[in-house]
């Protein structure tokens, strides 16, 4: 995914406020799992919620305002209940500013943990 820096996006010192970058990961996990054919309103229809379970951040290098930066997300474990998203931000010019992993359960509409289905593991990884 790409992602060009607005104003809005940075703090009083021009860089990215760092709370942003959980809302970048979201972006980059829905449209991952729309290029692996599942939509998220859709599973929730069916039934399936994801709940961040854990997150993890490194900043590396600041993201400023103007910048254009590219996420890469990919899938690095999944099991029947969960996720386990990683994702890398980049900027122009393809240095390391930001690494990630958020870990996500599948629950009912109960929040009590449930499969996802093996079809939408399989797609996944």
Do not use: W
């Not at 996006?9 to 959980?22: E, I, Q, R, S």
């Not at 972006?27 to 379970?53: C, H, I, N, W």
């Amino acid at each position: 995914m790409q992602k060009t820096i607005f104003y809005h996006d940075t703090d009083c010192g021009n860089v990215v406020y760092y709370g942003n970058y959980l809302k970048y990961f979201e972006e980059a996990r829905t449209l991952y799992m729309q290029d692996k054919g599942y939509s998220v309103p859709a599973l929730m229809q069916e039934g399936k919620f994801f709940v961040v379970a854990r997150q993890e951040v490194e900043y590396k290098y600041p993201v400023r305002y103007g910048d254009v930066i590219n996420v890469d997300t990919k899938v690095v474990e999944a099991s029947d209940i969960k996720i386990v998203f990683e994702n890398v931000i980049t900027n122009q010019n393809g240095r390391l500013c930001t690494k990630g992993k958020t870990t996500l359960v599948c629950v009912d509409k109960n929040g009590v943990p449930c499969s996802m289905g093996s079809q939408v593991k399989q797609a996944m990884l």
